[in-house]
């Protein structure tokens, strides 16, 4: 007798993404409500992934050469190279050939570029702000010290499992004063995060 996937039958079966571990439920449902869920601007939707996370990383990264991307998204330098190709071709990036050495070419993002993605971040902000405003100090204060175990414990696992989590540059300098270490972009981090959603919004 034919089982149920051989009929088209779905089963009762729990799917296999489902976790026991109880923040995984709470973890998707913050990183949908504040991260994942924004509407698009349609020039930024168009664009397929690869070609946003790099525009992205061109963003936070500004005069970075080649090879610091092909470091940064881990493909090949000849990969973003066609990816560079393709968002100046879009009027997004502009190269920029090093004074210092002709060989190096660094990317920037032109105005027009610059515009959709401060506007795209600043949707991002206010989105983190009104949920910072509805907090009261004893719940701001309760939410920072888990995170920063939850994110400690996270990257002593990643370390472990020889996958250790990259830091990132930040152009203000500012301290993290729980760790002593110096603060990371926060835009970078959800650029690698892109890289392993799923484009357009949850299914409800």
Known sequence: MPSNEDRGQTTSAEPPYE?????????????RAVMFDEAPL?????LPLA???????????????MKDFSVRLGVSQSTVTQLADRLVKRGLVVRQDDASDRRVVRLQVSPSGRKLLQEANSRQQQTVASVWNLMSEEERSATMYAL???????ESVRSAQGRPVPLHHNPSGSRNTHSGEAKESVGQPVVDLMGRRVRGRAAS
């Open 19 to 31: 976790s026991d571990v109880p923040m995984m439920h709470a973890l998707f449902r913050v990183m």
């Open 42 to 46: 349609p020039e930024l939707d168009a």
């Open 51 to 65: 070609q946003l996370r790099l525009l992205w990383s061109v963003f936070f990264m500004a005069d970075a050469t």
């Open 148 to 154: 920063g175990i939850l994110g400690e414990r996270a």
